[in-house]
């Protein structure tokens, strides 16, 4: 009956046993770990968001309410729920009530519009779709009407908020009661994270009850969460850094209580922080340098706040050394990745440590190669392609051998894609990156994703995009093309890239038009290597 591509993670016996045998895996389940918290920590505040504020019983309460609610509608344990939600409470109630239901979470970004959402849908063939009813402006309701135009199998959409044609979230009302026992495995598939798509369209990363929960875990301990914790949700909550790095997971494991911020920016943040005594929070670089320059100047207090978090992209040194003078914290570095390895520098590292390098990782079980173009090490501190294989990184995406084929070598390596030296100790120092995409302010945006639009207009012959160093976003994203007949204006072409519904962060933000795209006679190149030639003539005439 069942006809799906079946979603899992599996790690060779051996490997499995040692990650069991070292403690890391512990066999318990995200459902466990709520209802725990709900008998020893009940009466604690977890999340605050908006108006509300709910304790560990009533976001447990809430949780089975939703897995009630969402088995009601006829959702099989094992099915998969697109999710896309802004930070908002709810995002932890449907959640934790997916795991509840033994529901899989499909984790988009509130930027996300039709062409992705409708790709998601189709990779991991999902039955219901979970929104808001709006946020940022923009009512999710159409979108998702649209998408289960293109993709029936999307059977149910659940809207938080006003539903309009759709399913109430506030109209649940099966019997908590009667929800059934079982739980998932610990080495199941618990939630599916998104790939910033380095080639093409972004794939699926399935993540299991196991190896998720010891990622956030073990990063709690490394980034000194306790109960008395409280972290800031700035980042939009879907993305894997401010979900596990330990983000709102991490806070919820611990017991500890998680604000929601509508949005990172400083206006919104400050006030959260002085009013809630934020602990700890997480930063894309771009917004760091936004809350370096209006901490002076603010008249909240933000003395609670004890580590500031930054990655995603690499944070400056010069602007690392100013997190301890300006906003009185200890910046944490965070190289991470949804694959799995995450790299923190540690609370207690010397200051040069902790400004200069990107951290080491997490566990003494990540192995890290660091690998010349043939594939032999590289002399310590010398920059090398990083590859790593451990107890939380994946050993292949769902679905996709023609990708696993280029990602992971026969051994079970993950190629990163990232160019980084290795410092004694462990320490890493992203040095950048060998693949193509565009790393615009921590969004990953794939240049072949972009290239197949630009390519479907018809006055485009010929398009190569490439990412550009941009003083504010670290990277911005330019398109070189070839008009095919007259040039249109490049307000056009963006104006046109906007019908395209794709994120608005993948638009590009430069567009240069050329004759052609290489001058010398060399024959055949590769799209890297035009990539690359392109990049370096526009970098000349800056
Ligand atoms: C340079 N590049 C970085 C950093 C990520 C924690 C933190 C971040 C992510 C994340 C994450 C970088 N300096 N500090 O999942 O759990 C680039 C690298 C990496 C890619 C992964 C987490 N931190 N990067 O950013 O899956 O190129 O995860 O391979 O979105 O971001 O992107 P993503």
Same mark, same amino acid.
């Given at each position: 009956?069942?006809?799906?591509?079946?979603?899992?993670?599996?790690?060779?016996?051996? %490997?499995?046993?040692?990650?069991?045998?070292?403690?890391?895996?512990?066999?318990?389940?995200?459902?466990?770990?709520?209802?725990?918290?709900?008998?020893?920590?009940?009466?604690?505040?977890?999340?605050?968001?908006?108006?509300?504020?709910?304790?560990?019983?009533?976001?447990?309460?809430?949780?089975?309410?939703?897995? @009630?609610?969402?088995?009601? !509608?006829?959702?099989?344990?094992?099915?998969?729920?697109?999710?896309?939600?802004?930070?908002?409470?709810?995002?932890?109630?449907?959640? %934790?009530?997916?795991?509840?239901?033994?529901?899989?979470?499909?984790?988009?970004?509130? $930027?996300?519009?039709?062409?992705?959402?409708?790709?998601?849908?189709?990779? +991991?063939? @999902?039955? @219901?779709?979970?929104?808001?009813?709006?946020?940022?402006?923009?009512?999710?309701?159409?979108?998702? $009407?649209?998408?289960?135009?293109?993709?029936?199998?999307?059977?149910?959409?659940?809207?938080? =908020?006003?539903?309009?044609?759709?399913?109430?979230?506030?109209?649940?009302?099966?019997?908590?009661?009667?929800?059934?026992?079982?739980?998932?495995?610990?080495?199941?598939?618990?939630?599916?994270?998104? +790939?910033?798509?380095?080639?093409?369209?972004?794939?699926?990363?399935?993540?299991?009850?196991?190896?998720?929960?010891?990622?956030?875990?073990?990063?709690?301990? #490394?980034?000194? #969460?306790?109960?008395?914790?409280?972290?800031?949700?700035?980042?939009?909550?879907?993305?894997?850094?401010?979900?596990?790095?330990?983000?709102?997971?991490?806070?919820?494991?611990?017991?500890?209580?998680?604000? !929601?911020?509508?949005?990172?920016?400083?206006?919104?943040?400050?006030?959260?922080?002085?009013?809630?005594?934020?602990?700890?929070?997480?930063?894309?670089?771009?917004?760091?340098?936004?809350?370096?320059?209006?901490?002076?100047?603010?008249?909240?207090?933000?003395?609670?706040?004890?580590?500031?978090?930054?990655?995603?992209?690499?944070?400056?040194?010069?602007?690392?050394?100013?997190?301890?003078?300006?906003?009185?914290?200890?910046?944490?570095?965070?190289? &991470?990745?949804?694959?799995?390895?995450?790299?923190?520098?540690?609370?207690?590292?010397?200051?040069? #440590?902790?400004?200069?390098?990107?951290?080491?990782?997490?566990?003494?079980?990540?192995?890290?190669?660091?690998?010349?173009?043939?594939?032999?090490?590289?002399?310590?501190?010398?920059?090398?392609?990083?590859?790593?294989? &451990?107890?939380?990184?994946?050993?292949?995406?769902?679905?996709?051998?023609?990708?696993? =084929?280029?990602?992971?070598?026969?051994?079970?390596?993950?190629?990163?894609?990232?160019?980084? /030296?290795?410092?004694?100790?462990?320490? !890493?120092?992203?040095?950048?990156?060998?693949?193509?995409?565009?790393?615009?302010?921590?969004?990953?945006?794939?240049?072949?994703?972009?290239?197949?639009?630009?390519?479907?207009?018809?006055?485009?012959?010929?398009?190569?995009?490439?990412?550009?160093?941009?003083?504010? !976003?670290?990277?911005? +994203?330019? $398109?070189?093309?070839?008009?095919?007949?007259?040039?249109?204006?490049?307000?056009?072409? /963006?104006?046109?890239?906007?019908?395209?519904?794709?994120?608005? %962060?993948? #638009?590009?933000?430069?567009?240069?038009?050329?004759?052609?795209?290489?001058?010398?006679?060399?024959? /055949?190149?590769? *799209? /890297?290597?035009?990539?690359?030639?392109?990049?370096? *003539?526009?970098?000349?005439?800056?």
């Amino acid at each position: 009956e069942n006809q799906k591509t079946p979603l899992a993670q599996v790690w060779p016996p051996e %490997f499995a046993a040692r990650y069991r045998a070292a403690g890391y895996w512990q066999d318990d389940t995200f459902r466990q770990v709520l209802t725990g918290l709900a008998t020893t920590r009940g009466d604690a505040v977890a999340v605050v968001g908006g108006d509300q504020r709910w304790t560990y019983a009533e976001l447990a309460q809430r949780a089975d309410v939703a897995a @009630a609610g969402f088995l009601a !509608l006829g959702l099989q344990p094992g099915d998969r729920v697109l999710v896309q939600l802004p930070n908002i409470p709810e995002f932890l109630s449907v959640v %934790f009530g997916l795991f509840r239901a033994r529901l899989i979470p499909i984790f988009t970004l509130p $930027a996300h519009r039709l062409t992705e959402i409708v790709h998601f849908a189709r990779k +991991s063939e @999902a039955s @219901a779709y979970v929104i808001a009813e709006r946020h940022d402006g923009f009512d999710y309701r159409p979108l998702a $009407a649209s998408v289960q135009a293109e993709v029936p199998a999307i059977a149910h959409v659940v809207v938080v =908020g006003d539903a309009g044609d759709h399913t109430a979230f506030d109209s649940f009302a099966a019997d908590p009661a009667q929800l059934p026992e079982e739980d998932a495995d610990p080495s199941d598939v618990a939630l599916v994270q998104i +790939s910033g798509g380095s080639t093409g369209l972004s794939k699926l990363i399935p993540r299991t009850h196991n190896d998720y929960l010891y990622s956030i875990r073990a990063s709690n301990t #490394i980034c000194g #969460i306790t109960p008395d914790s409280v972290y800031l949700a700035a980042l939009p909550v879907a993305h894997n850094f401010p979900m596990s790095s330990p983000g709102v997971f991490g806070a919820i494991c611990a017991g500890a209580r998680v604000v !929601l911020a509508p949005s990172p920016t400083a206006d919104v943040a400050f006030p959260l922080i002085a009013r809630e005594g934020v602990t700890i929070t997480g930063l894309v670089p771009p917004l760091a340098l936004l809350w370096l320059q209006a901490a002076p100047k603010t008249s909240h207090d933000l003395s609670s706040l004890q580590v500031l978090q930054v990655g995603g992209a690499k944070f400056m040194p010069e602007s690392a050394k100013r997190v301890r003078p300006v906003l009185g914290c200890t910046l944490q570095q965070v190289f &991470g990745m949804a694959e799995g390895l995450v790299n923190y520098t540690r609370l207690d590292d010397p200051e040069d #440590i902790i400004t200069d390098t990107q951290g080491r990782a997490i566990c003494p079980d990540d192995e890290v190669l660091i690998l010349d173009d043939q594939g032999n090490p590289v002399p310590e501190g010398e920059a090398g392609n990083l590859l790593t294989r &451990g107890p939380y990184t994946i050993r292949g995406y769902h679905d996709d051998p023609a990708a696993n =084929g280029r990602s992971f070598t026969d051994d079970g390596f993950y190629r990163t894609g990232d160019v980084v /030296k290795r410092l004694p100790g462990g320490y !890493l120092v992203v040095q950048g990156r060998s693949t193509d995409h565009i790393n615009r302010a921590g969004e990953k945006i794939s240049a072949e994703e972009i290239e197949d639009h630009l390519l479907a207009h018809p006055q485009i012959f010929d398009a190569a995009v490439v990412s550009v160093p941009d003083n504010f !976003l670290g990277e911005r +994203s330019c $398109a070189f093309i070839i008009a095919e007949g007259e040039a249109p204006k490049p307000s056009a072409i /963006k104006a046109w890239m906007r019908t395209r519904d794709i994120a608005v %962060f993948k #638009i590009p933000d430069q567009i240069v038009f050329v004759d052609e795209f290489v001058t010398t006679a060399v024959g /055949k190149i590769s *799209r /890297k290597e035009l990539r690359a030639t392109l990049r370096a *003539r526009l970098l000349e005439q800056e």
